[in-house]
């Protein structure tokens, strides 16, 4: 084979591949939630897939996704004004911020009646206040 067939073979291989190398190569964090509001059941819903979930005394659920896509071309990111709501309250809040959560790539977050709170290891918690 001559050298210039090889270098388009190459090519096209490399172009072919390319897209698959990225998804593999794209850094996947995780968003979990837990309710932490004693007796209450807490409903959460997230722009990333638009659908409650209902999370009973001490129950937990998770989401999977890749920050860099969390802002992708400027739209409203994938976690933010995420909705808490349980009887009698109703709150937002943004579950991943670049700039607060950049660090973690498994923010796990515990729902209380007054914050959310993150936890940063050694059985520590930052708590932010609700937006709403």
Not at 6 to 13: A, D, G, I, K, N
Request: charged share 15%.
């Amino acid at each position: 084979m001559s050298l210039f067939a090889r270098s388009v073979s190459t090519l096209l291989v490399l172009i072919l591949l390319l897209p698959t190398l990225n998804n593999t190569m794209a850094e996947k964090a995780l968003i979990g939630v837990t309710n932490n509001l004693g007796s209450r059941n807490l409903t959460v819903s997230c722009k990333i897939d638009n659908h409650p979930h209902l999370l009973g005394p001490t129950d937990y659920y998770e989401w999977k996704f890749s920050p860099e896509y969390n802002d992708e071309f400027g739209t409203e990111p994938l976690f933010s004004n995420c909705s808490f709501q349980w009887e009698g309250a109703h709150h937002s809040f943004d579950l991943y911020v670049l700039v607060r959560d950049g660090d973690c790539n498994n923010c796990s977050w515990h729902i209380k009646l007054d914050a959310a709170c993150r936890y940063t290891g050694n059985l520590r918690f930052a708590c932010y206040q609700w937006k709403t």
